[in-house]
Each structure stands twice: as C-alpha cells, then as structure tokens.
C-alpha cells in the first residue's frame, strides 16, 4: 500500500534538522565536470571468515543493500525492505495469514527454500532465535545501527554452520558511529488507514582518549493494521471452489462464503424420510429466533452439507475473516561498548532487549450442532417449527452456527527477546584473535481469548425444560454447565457463553548460548600472494520449554491445543577456511585465487555432520571476472521438530496402484 507523502517530509525534515550532530564520514563524490577517479573502499563481506575478502573476490556472490536503500523502501522496518528484492520471497510478518502462533515476528526466506533454510546474522554472529524453530526476527535488529546487510544467495555452511542451505542474511552495525541522530516517522494508507508510527533515536560517543566507543539505539514502532473487510479485492475475492454437480473439477468464483451463520442456519433434518429431512433445510435464525430463509447464493456446494463454498448469499465471508495488516507494537533498545584495554587488545560487550505486541485475529467460531426435537429453547422460539418436525417424523437436525457474542477469537501475542554478548579482540602480527560468549533468551506468551471448548458446547446445546429451568440434557454428569441458546445472534446468556469459551494458555521459553574463538592471517607467501586462513571452534546450546493449559492437553479447544514439551541439545563444530591466491598477472590470468572452506558438527542429538566449500575466482582483467563454487550444506532439525509432542490420527489411504484396494489404517503423527 502506498504511503502518503507525510512520511517523506518528515523524514527528510528530521535528516535535515539531525545533521550536524552526526559525525560518519563523508564519501567525497567527484563533480560532474571533474576528471577525478574515485577509488572504493573495500570492505570484509559475509559468505567468507578471511579478513579482507569483498563482495568482488569472494567465490560466492554477495549482494550488499545499506541502511539508505532499506529504509527508502521501508521507513518502518529493513525487513520488508529487504523482502522487494527478488532473492527474498515475499510473506511472513503482519501480512502472513492463517496460524494461532507467534506471527509478530518477521522471518526471511531466501530463494523460497523455506525460513529454516536461511540463516539470519548479526555482525556474522548467530542471534536469539525467536522460538523453538530456530528462526531469527529480523524486527528485532537495531535499525538505527545497521550499516548495511549482506545478502548470501548461496550455500554458506561451511563458513556459519547449519541451516544456510538457502543462504545468509548477515546485518551489519555501524560499531564506530559518533553522533546523534533521531528519526521520527507517520504514514499511512492512501485509503486513510494502516496507520504507522515510528520514532528511533541512535547515539554514539568516544571516551577517555578514545579508547572507549559506546553506541545506542532504541526504537518504538507502532502499526494500527487494516482490518480484514477493508478492501475490494477481500471483498469480492476470486478463487477456486469445487464445481456443483461434478466436485472432481474447480471453477473460478467471487464472494466465496462457508454456510455458517451468527445466528445459525439448518443444514439438514435426521430421523425422518430423505425427503422429509430435506424440506426442513435452509432455514436461518435471526435475533430473537425468527425465522427466514437462507440464500444458498451461486455455484453452491453447501445445499444440505455442513461444509461447503458459495459465491454471495448468506453464510461468513472466508476472505475477510482475517486482517489484511495485522497490528503490532514493537520497542528495541541496543546498547555495545568497546573498550581498549591495551594497544593490541579490545574488549566488547552488548546487549539487547526487544518487546513485540499483536492481537491477531483468527478464523471464525463456527461450529455443528444438533437439535433435538425437544430442545427447550427450540420449542419456545418456533413452536411452528417444532409442529412441522413432528408431522414429518424429523427427530432432530444439525445446524452450523457463527458465534460472534464475545467477538472474535483471538491471539494476545507477547513476545520478549534478550541478549547480552562479551568479548575480546586481541591482534599478534598479521594474525587477529576473536574470542566471544552470548546468551540470549525468548519468551512468548499467546493466550488465546474466546475459544470454544468444543465438547462443553455440545453439552450447553442439548437443552430440556427441567422443574421450569432450562438446563442441559447432561447437566448432573456435567457441574457447572450452562445452557446454550443457539437461534439467533445475542440469544445466548453471559452464563453459557462463560461455559462454552475459554482462554488457551500457552507460554514457551526459549535459550541459546554460543561460544566462539576465531583466528584469521597469514600462513605465508606465494609467489601470486599471500595464502590467507580463518580457523576456529563454535559451540552452542539450545533449549525450549512448552507450558499449556490443562484444556490444552486433553485437546479441548477449538483452535490450537498445543502440548507442553522441553527439548534441549547442543553442538561442538570446527570450522577452517583457507584462501590460496594460485596465478597472478599472466596473459590470460590478472589473479586466480583458490577458496576452500570445511566445518565439522557434533550434534548431541544425531552425531557428525560435515559441511564444506570449494570455490575458484578468476579475473582475467580489469573488466571481466569469473566466479564459481560448490557447496554441501545441512540444514540441523530444531527443538520443535526434534521434541515437540504431536497427535495421532488414524486414516485410511486407497491404493490406486492396486486397484483402489483399501489399505490398513496408517497412523499420522
């Protein structure tokens, strides 16, 4: 969606009003009539551990996008900047749809392999996962930090360790920052809505001579989203629905519907004649229980079916069900410290906390019940209709139901991530020392509000006249149940709808701790220069822990019912990375340089893994290069999929090699 030029103004005002106080450097860009040649810096780029390398001599691409170009595409986060370039598939965030779990966050997916296939970065160092899954936020970066972020479209295990199959988003801080500089931004939507409000503030200072450098960001970031029905196309969407008559073919329709209605709609009668259940369907129940009929609307697949599609007519709009935006609050705050302790030795700490916000609409409650012919409520409201069961022998019906009275169901997502990183850089010659610890923790906290207990709404249904009360049929094997009045919107009581919704409870816990040591130089000359080697040792723990309401467990919820669990494992890796330079200045060769890399794994969970890089850079000169590599990269299972507790089922599966023979039932996890 388009913003309005409100957000373009205060920024560039802001960046205009800050300027003196910021210190970087200037890059001195020639004039249009000057001859001057201007010289770019080089600069050390992810995808490779040797000091040095750039996006130019590295085996594998890199592409490198700055803070400028992000925010230019997206003021309020780098993350959906970076999610226009063609390499990032598009989705995740607050536009991701569908799920009861934590989507506040915003994952990357580079080449459409899937987010556990990219790995996120932080100064080339592993983040806090966001999660059992493994998967980094990259909300959660200090954007007002950020130098820029490196791109690696390509296997790079062997340099970073598993789950850089799709490749590696690395975001890298502007760590020698001076100054102050604020940006306070409000946009919204040409249609008036998706308000949006940013404000972030970045300090840096040098003390004591220099040899101390603090930097800080904090941001707060504020999204009111776009409600679900707020546009056309959710509105009139066009997808694909089964063909009435002939559901073995699909076609092309508007205004999909599901045949569920906030006061409740008869699907069928039972008990009766085939005929004579059918000549009580298609009747809607409106407040006080009237009674009208239910417009089926076109192409409809929902004519005495309890599912169904339907262009138009009655029934919940599927389109609209959910945002199109989802609101989000989000506040980080980052703070780093280097300290020089002797001329050749530095010390670094950092630290981070992120707090993120969203209330995320799910799907409807919609829900099947059935009616007796002697339902209390049933006999009281429409008698007439009780009168017209009876002659046709029709001794209950099922009836599809949209209960809306305590509104939507709805996930209350708190999601907290902290972080704190020590370290020392120490350099003996040409070599350079790196030694760091990190621990960091992720709590998420989901309860989820107006959810029906489905077995309690089938007991407050079933409701009979007892000594002049209205009760449920099972009321004695059921303490503390409440009946349901079903026909018509508002017609249930606050007492029944306390008893058929309630609040899934889910918090999850998450940690990582990394240890990591790193030497980088030179091991000696050749005659085409210097062979280079990083060489070092990770190691990393991860655990979760899963808590769940009892409802939960014993899978009573309409929605979610997730299961407590804790997992834990750990990894030792080695890792060595050499550049070999194996040519320079020949005819046909200016440079040909050698890249070799290997990282060893050992999981505690499944044992060795090995990952491991070759790759050849051949400049023939000034104006053509060739570049070529080949990679084996793992992708490691995470905590969610190596310990979560799942659910069996029990289906059967036709064999259409052996005829359609039925095959024994298969247990699906």
């Not at 991701?96 to 160092?125: I, K, M, P």
């Not at 199959?165 to 249609?191: A, I, P, T, W, Y």
């Not at 609307?297 to 959910?322: C, E, K, P, V």
């Not at 979560?644 to 036709?654: E, H, V």
Request: glycine fraction near 10%.
């Amino acid at each position: 969606m388009k913003q309005k030029t409100l957000m373009a103004v205060l920024s560039a005002l802001l960046t205009v009003l800050n300027a003196p106080a910021q210190t970087a450097p200037v890059t001195k860009r020639p004039s249009e009539t000057s001859n001057e040649i201007v010289k770019l810096e080089s600069f050390s780029v992810s995808g490779s551990l040797i000091a040095g390398a750039s996006t130019f001599t590295s085996p594998t691409p890199v592409l490198v996008v700055d803070q400028t170009a992000l925010l230019a595409a997206a003021p309020i986060n780098l993350a959906d900047g970076l999610k226009q370039m063609p390499s990032l598939a598009p989705g995740g965030g607050q536009t991701v749809g569908g799920g009861t779990g934590n989507n506040s966050a915003n994952f990357l997916n580079l080449r459409g392999l899937g987010v556990t296939r990219t790995l996120t970065l932080l100064d080339g160092r592993r983040f806090t996962p966001s999660g059992p899954t493994g998967q980094v936020d990259a909300n959660l970066m200090p954007q007002g930090l950020v130098d820029r972020v490196d791109v690696v479209n390509g296997g790079a295990s062997a340099a970073y360790g598993s789950d850089a199959v799709g490749g590696v988003v690395n975001f890298v801080l502007n760590k020698e920052f001076v100054g102050f500089k604020s940006d306070f931004l409000l946009g919204l939507s040409e249609r008036g809505d998706n308000k949006e409000y940013k404000g972030m503030v970045t300090f840096g200072t040098k003390y004591l001579n220099g040899r101390g450098h603090l930097v800080f960001s904090g941001e707060y970031v504020e999204s009111k989203g776009v409600n679900g029905d707020r546009r056309d196309f959710r509105r009139e969407e066009t997808n694909q629905i089964p063909e009435p008559g002939n559901t073995t073919k699909v076609i092309r329709a508007t205004d999909i519907r599901s045949p569920f209605t906030p006061g409740g709609n008869i699907v069928n009668g039972a008990g009766g004649t085939t005929a004579n259940n059918a000549l009580i369907r298609g009747i809607k129940f409106g407040p006080g229980g009237t009674q009208s009929p239910y417009d089926y609307g076109r192409l409809s697949t929902t004519i005495g079916a309890t599912n169904g599609f339907q262009s138009g007519g009655d029934g919940f709009r599927i389109g609209t069900s959910q945002e199109i935006v989802r609101p989000l609050t989000r506040q980080n705050i980052f703070l780093r410290n280097d300290f020089k302790l002797l001329d050749k030795i530095s010390l670094f700490v950092e630290g981070g906390f992120s707090e993120t916000q969203m209330n995320q609409q799910n799907s409807p409650t919609t829900h099947l019940l059935t009616i007796q012919r002697d339902n209390a409520f049933l006999n009281q409201l429409a008698p007439d209709l009780v009168a017209r069961m009876t002659a046709l022998g029709v001794t209950s019906f099922t009836m599809n139901r949209l209960t809306l009275e305590r509104g939507l169901t709805v996930s209350k997502v708190n999601d907290q991530n902290r972080r704190v990183l020590v370290g020392f850089n120490a350099k003996f010659g040409d070599w350079d020392w790196e030694t760091s610890i990190q621990s960091g923790t992720n709590d998420i906290s989901i309860p989820i509000i107006n959810n029906l207990v489905t077995a309690r709404m089938a007991v407050a249904a079933d409701a009979v006249l007892v000594g002049g009360q209205i009760v449920p049929r099972a009321a004695a094997a059921n303490p503390g149940s409440a009946a349901f009045n079903p026909f018509g919107s508002g017609s249930p009581s606050a007492a029944a709808l306390d008893y058929v919704m309630g609040t899934t409870q889910f918090e999850e816990t998450s940690s990582q701790e990394v240890i990591e040591t790193k030497f980088t130089g030179n091991v000696f000359n050749l005659p085409a220069g210097p062979v280079a080697v990083a060489a070092g040792a990770h190691w990393r723990k991860l655990k979760s822990t899963t808590t769940t309401d009892d409802l939960s467990i014993a899978g009573a919820y309409r929605l979610a019912n997730n299961q407590p669990f804790t997992g834990k494992y750990t990894i030792m890796e080695e890792f060595a990375e050499t550049q070999i330079p194996l040519l320079k200045d020949l005819q046909m060769v200016k440079k040909l340089t050698a890249n070799l890399a290997f990282r060893h794994a050992d999981y505690s969970t499944s044992g060795d893994a090995n990952s491991w890089k070759a790759g050849a850079v051949w400049q023939l000169n000034g104006d053509l290069r060739f570049r070529a590599s080949r990679s084996r990269d793992i992708r490691a299972p995470n905590i969610n999929e190596l310990f979560s507790a799942g659910r069996q089922t029990n289906g059967n599966i036709s064999d259409n090699f052996a005829g359609g023979r039925l095959c024994l039932p298969t247990d699906v996890a």
